[in-house]
């Protein structure tokens, strides 16, 4: 079982729909949740962090966190061509907090 | 403006060649890692460091060497006993090292071809 487990999409939204991208891992220890987003041949860039049950709101994006199912989700309200791109979820390890354990990301495209 | 700066942003190596690629910032970060993504992939760690003259391996440290003789320097080598390579390498660094905030800080990557 990977630590941190995505699909791999593509997922295909409709501009100005909700995205909804998911994500489980495997450590119940991790404390600390984080999305990123990577647009090709970039290097990813931190946009949500999320550290307790429950939402997390940012603009358009919402973070959700249920550490019982081991699940962390990631909402994109009224989608735009620019959020079409790679999207990473990373989790802490619990055996070292130095350490940020990345799952292979979801394909994102935006349609008009 | 401070940041992260990888060099060089491409690189071509011929089998059995070790080669450097440097990852230096100036952000006055403690901690600094070394990633590898292959297309389609998600980032695995090579190696990382939370300070100075010190280092741990992360999940895919074979055939890589690192070194921390400076706070703002954090060079990677991919020595000839690696046996694929081929791959897009970021360096990043956060503020201490246990990243509870979570933000790690991404060069804009190195991409190595061996030919």
């Known amino acids: 079982q990977k630590e941190v487990e995505q699909n791999s999409g593509p997922l295909s939204v409709p501009e100005g729909a909700i995205a909804s991208l998911n994500c489980t891992y495997s450590?119940?220890?991790?404390?600390?949740f984080f999305w990123y987003r990577q647009y090709s041949g970039k290097s990813p860039e931190l946009i949500m962090s999320i550290y307790s049950n429950g939402d997390k709101e940012d603009g358009r994006f919402t973070a959700q966190l249920n550490k019982a199912s081991q699940y962390v989700s990631l909402l994109i309200r009224d989608s735009q061509p620019s959020d079409s791109a790679t999207y990473l979820c990373?989790?802490?390890?619990?055996?070292?907090?130095?350490?940020?354990?990345f799952g292979s990301g979801t394909r994102l495209s935006i349609r008009p | 403006d401070g940041g992260i700066t990888q060099s060089p942003k491409y690189l071509f190596r011929k089998e059995g060649q070790n080669v450097t690629l440097s990852c230096e910032q100036n952000?006055?970060?403690?901690?600094m890692y070394w990633y590898r993504q292959d297309p389609g992939q998600g980032l695995r760690l090579i190696y990382y460091?939370?300070?100075?003259?010190?280092?741990q391996k992360g999940d895919i440290a074979e055939g890589y060497s690192v070194s921390r003789e400076k706070k703002e320097s954090f060079p990677l080598t991919v020595t000839s006993a690696q046996k694929n390579p081929t791959a897009f390498y970021l360096c990043a660094s956060s503020l201490d090292g246990i990243p509870v905030t979570g933000e790690l800080f991404f060069g804009e990557g190195s991409r190595l071809t061996v030919l």
């Open positions: 952000l006055n970060h403690d901690a």
């Open positions: 460091s939370q300070i100075v003259n010190d280092f």
């Open positions: 990373a989790v802490t390890a619990y055996s070292s907090a130095s350490k940020i354990i």
């Open positions: 450590d119940r220890g991790s404390q600390s």
